[in-house]
């Protein structure tokens, strides 16, 4: 995934709270650290009451917590399986047992 903006938000551009949710809606753990850049990016000259950015600013905050920690959907690992780690994880990895 690149981290260079749609050019269409460049250009004179007033930023919404829709464009900012489209760059949410993709939201993965592998991709959640190079979309909450991209959002950053987005919102950072609009002032701090904007609705744009204070949508950016909780939707960074949880692209963060998501990118570091993963995520679990459906019923989780089966006996006998192991989840993959997180980031935070595989920065420090425990010791085998």
Known sequence: MSQAEDPRRQRD???SVEDV???M?????????????????LIAGLDAADP?????????????QLGLTGETRGEGPSAGERPLPSLSL????????
């Open 90 to 97: 595989a920065a420090h990895p425990a010791p085998e047992s």
């Open 21 to 23: 949710r489209q760059l």
């Open 13 to 15: 551009h007033r930023v």
């Open 25 to 41: 809606g993709a939201s993965t753990p592998h991709f959640a650290l190079q979309l909450r850049n991209r959002i950053a990016t």
């Open 52 to 64: 744009a950015r204070i949508e950016g600013e909780l939707e960074i905050a949880r692209l963060e």
